[in-house]
């Protein structure tokens, strides 16, 4: 279910939204292959009416299942939008839509997200990346430089 604001229970007060929200409904379409958004976005968000406009703020929350860029290891980060804020403009140009009453707010969410998405994942900072290749597991193998096998070639 879409995160929506009636905008009749505005007049009366301010809103209060808690609660989590399925990572489907989202539809953050994430196309790194090392992030996947599976798990529920908490949310506990204020929005109030001000000036022909809606002003949310708040916190989320959702755990990312992750793959390190570097070892290629399995890890969950957790995505925090804390003090998160928008202004949902209910007038002019850029105007939200407003149906019976109400206003979707998981494109605003969905923005948001995808702009504090990890870049390049990492399990942790000192991550040293995947293990060289040793040569007395393999046996007689020497240890070559990549350019060896190329001096092997007649041009």
Avoid at 54 to 63: A, D, F, K, T
Avoid at 114 to 143: D, I, M
Wanted: hydrophobic share 40%.
């Amino acid at each position: 279910m879409p995160l929506r604001v009636n905008l009749r229970h505005l007049e009366a007060r301010d809103l209060r939204l808690e609660g989590e929200m399925p990572a489907a409904e989202l539809d953050l379409e994430i196309r790194d292959e090392m992030i996947r958004a599976e798990r529920p976005l908490k949310y506990d968000l204020r929005v109030e009416e001000l000036h022909h406009a809606l002003l949310v703020q708040g916190e989320m929350e959702m755990i990312l299942d992750c793959e390190c860029v570097r070892c290629l290891k399995p890890f969950q980060q957790r995505l925090v939008l804390k003090d998160w804020t928008v202004h949902v403009p209910l007038q002019g140009d850029d105007k939200a839509p407003v149906d019976n009453d109400c206003v979707d707010l998981t494109p605003f969410v969905r923005e948001d997200i995808l702009l504090e998405l990890p870049r390049h994942p990492v399990c942790e900072p000192g991550c040293a990346g995947l293990k060289k290749f040793s040569p007395k597991t393999r046996g007689k193998q020497e240890n070559k430089s990549a350019w060896a096998e190329l001096n092997k070639l007649k041009l």
